[in-house]
């Protein structure tokens, strides 16, 4: 059987950019604040971002919404969020506890203090980040909110979320 292979074949990357918010909010709170301040519908996927380690296993919930106005979905995501551990600890004793280990993990290590992330998929230029940026900034709950880098991002397949 004859192989085939593609030369010079490059995977041309969506253009996407990348807000961080900083706040102690659950991720169903954050998306209610965000679509009553910014006038969105942000929903919960059916599907959640799973990240399996080696060391662990997270469910990160995903919240989108499709903005007719730009032609944009925008995607809320916790940066910070709660894993099984996959190694349990052996033990043998009379009272064996089965319960899973629940481990704080980070989807983004480059920004670890960073706790939601929007990825709104369009290029920069055509998009009013700006004022967005402003709008979430003067929800009361937000402590903080700037543009992120994407080139200092490693696992950027995380980011990926149809």
């Given at each position: 059987m004859a192989i085939h292979k593609?030369?010079?074949?490059?995977l041309e990357d969506e253009p996407y950019i990348l807000i961080a918010i900083h706040s102690t909010l659950e991720p169903y709170r954050m998306a209610y604040l965000l679509n009553k301040h910014l006038l969105k519908s942000f929903s919960r996927c059916t599907k959640d971002q799973d990240i399996?380690?080696?060391?662990y296993t997270a469910n990160y919930p995903v919240y989108k919404y499709?903005?007719?106005?730009?032609?944009?979905p925008l995607y809320l995501i916790p940066?910070?969020?709660?894993?099984?551990?996959?190694?349990?600890?052996i033990t043998s004793s009379l009272f064996d506890n089965n319960e899973s280990i629940k481990v704080k993990t980070v989807l983004i290590k480059e920004y670890g203090t960073?706790?939601?992330?929007?990825?709104?998929?369009?290029?920069e230029d055509v998009f009013p980040l700006k004022k967005m940026i402003n709008s979430i900034g003067e929800i009361p709950q937000v402590i903080?909110?700037?543009?992120?880098?994407?080139f200092k991002i490693k696992q950027q397949d995380y980011l990926i979320f149809e």
């Open positions: 593609l030369a010079d074949w490059e399996v380690e080696p060391a499709f903005d007719q106005e730009q032609n944009a940066n910070k969020y709660w894993g099984t551990a996959t190694h349990q600890p960073v706790d939601f992330l929007l990825k709104i998929e369009k290029e903080s909110v700037y543009q992120i880098d994407t």
